[in-house]
């Protein structure tokens, strides 16, 4: 690895180390959203809650993750039990509706804390909400119509609160059970209502906040468990389906995620292509950089040199050269011994150049004419060169 790629790895790692020191150390704001679950240990969760009816002595609490037609149909619950609902609102459909009313008929009860009931409860029992959609800016007090569970110190609710009251309601087999506490006439503020139906009966509380974590631990846990102990089940069923903070899986590859088998397979799939893309880096040979050959400058030097022997008008130097190299030729291409020009030599060189002895003899007899002269004119170099090239054609 060179310096500068294990300077920018060095700077990268550091950039990454000083985010996640800052990411771990800097404190995390407070997640105010609703969930109601009971693994939510945020403020309005129900952990609190949850914990607190598991711990109550001869009391079982089951967690539903299951849509409440799919449990009353599918599942054999018990009877003499209680199925709670609590939510910012809870909208049943009609066939959960109609199971959780055969549930009730046959002497088990249902309690929904919400501030929104839907439709369904609407048109079925003829009940409506009034629900102000605007954060109260006083506190609210509810409290009770029973003389023994009303106290002098009310509890107080105000943060992330929507006032929900009970507009109206079919008063022949419903009983007012709480109401707010203020100026205005308790039966205008009823928030707390019990229907009668068949052997069981339904409950409905319009305000679900007072079940979450941050009012459990705020000192309003006594309200909590006065509206609880209208329900004289020890055996409840508590909803996780129709909840806030369900998780719910919205990825494509949600059916893979949600099969055991699968999940895994896919985890081993995505591991192996991470350790193959890595031990595959690490093989790969960097890029060999482009060299470029050394350039032939053999020819240039010689033409430089030529071209300088002949702005000088010195025949006589290059003529010498030029039968230096032909007789080297002659020499490295045919062995033939050079160093006499005789016939024996002509003989010798017509037969291994494949030319006749008189061209051979008419290129040797000009080549000992210009060797014995001292001084050499241009047309000799130029019929000298001719004659050369004619001859090594």
Known sequence: MDKRSRNILIIFGVALLTIIIVEVTRPKPIN??????????IPFGSYVLFEELKD????????IQKNPFDFLSDSIYKPNSTYVFINSEVNFDKRSYEKLI???????????????????????LNTETEVNYQFVEENITPTFFSPSLQKDSLPKYKKRIYKSVFKSFDTTNTKVLGYYKNDEEKLSQVNYIKTTIGKGNLYLHSLPEAFSNYYMLKGNQDYAAASLSFLNHNIYYWDEYLKDGRKIIDSP?????????LR??????IGGLLIFVIT???????????????????????????DLY?????????????IMYFLERIRSLYYINTNQLDNTFI??????????IEETRQLIVYINNLKSKTTHSEANLIELNKRIEEFIR
């Open 102 to 124: 055969n549930f009730v008929r046959n002497g088990n009860s249902v309690f929904i804390a919400a501030s929104y009931f839907g439709g369904t409860i609407k048109d079925s």
């Open 56 to 63: 109550q002595p001869n009391r079982q609490i089951e967690s």
């Open 310 to 322: 002949f702005q000088h008008k010195d025949y006589s130097n290059i003529i010498a050269k030029k």
């Open 347 to 356: 003989e010798k060189l017509a037969v291994k150049s494949n030319h006749s």
């Open 32 to 41: 105010w959203r609703s969930s109601y679950t009971a693994e939510d240990k």
């Open 264 to 269: 895994w397979a896919y985890y081993l799939l």
């Open 253 to 261: 590859m949600r059916f893979v995620l949600n099969q055991i088998p």
């Open 280 to 306: 595959k880096a690490k093989r790969e040979q960097r890029i060999i950089p482009v060299i470029e050959p050394l350039e032939n400058t053999s020819i240039e030097f010689t033409k430089t040199i030529g």
